[in-house]
């Protein structure tokens, strides 16, 4: 057996070995770990971005400036000219085709939890811009249970907007200390948002 300054070439083999497990060993760990790191999200589940999540629509292509207003309980009114409150933000104050990449018409507002007391959801059409009238717009309102995170349609109506200026309430509801819509508190009784606070 050959030795060269008191190096047994059977260490080596030993250390290299060692070190070629222990790398596999690591490697076998990250490869593992990779799919618990970012688990992918269940089909069909997105959570709402708020508890009560109001969103208006209308045709694609228009330069009319429709306006969504929404007011929660104990709170001031929300709208282009005031984009948060206390409970709600106006996430998108869309003024039809004017300063906008895409042709998309729509606005949203969210809620910030779900206090007790009245809601109020009005449209108001600030400008038609030679956008051919009467514009329906629709406005879909939903709540995310605060318990389930599950999100449910408390309604969703088309409204007729007629002449510029006009405003209209949507619905107005109630939400209970747990957050949940009161059984028959859902009406359209108009009340001013845009002149309001």
Partial sequence: MLETDG???SEGTV???????TLAGFVTMVILMIPHLNP???EGETPAAGNVVVEARWADGLPADV??????????????????GRVFDLLRDDLGIERDETELNYEFAFSRGAPAGE????????????????????????????????VTRITSRKVVLRRENEEITVAR????ARGRLEP??????????RTAG
Avoid: C
């Avoid at 007011?71 to 001031?76: I, M, V």
């Avoid at 509801?173 to 209970?176: P, S």
């Fill in 119 to 150: 809601y109020t959801v009005n449209l108001h059409l600030f400008n038609a811009r030679r956008s051919p009238l009467p514009l329906a717009v629709t406005v879909t309102i939903s709540l995310r249970h605060p318990e389930s995170a599950r």
């Fill in 67 to 84: 306006d969504l207003w929404v007011q929660g309980p104990g709170d001031q009114p929300v709208g282009y000219s005031r984009k948060s």
């Fill in 173 to 176: 509801f109630r939400l209970d």
């Fill in 7 to 9: 190096f047994d070439e």
């Fill in 15 to 21: 250390f290299r070995d060692l070190i070629m497990l």
């Fill in 184 to 193: 028959g508190s859902l009406h359209d009784l108009p009340k001013p948002l």
């Fill in 40 to 42: 992918p999200a269940a």
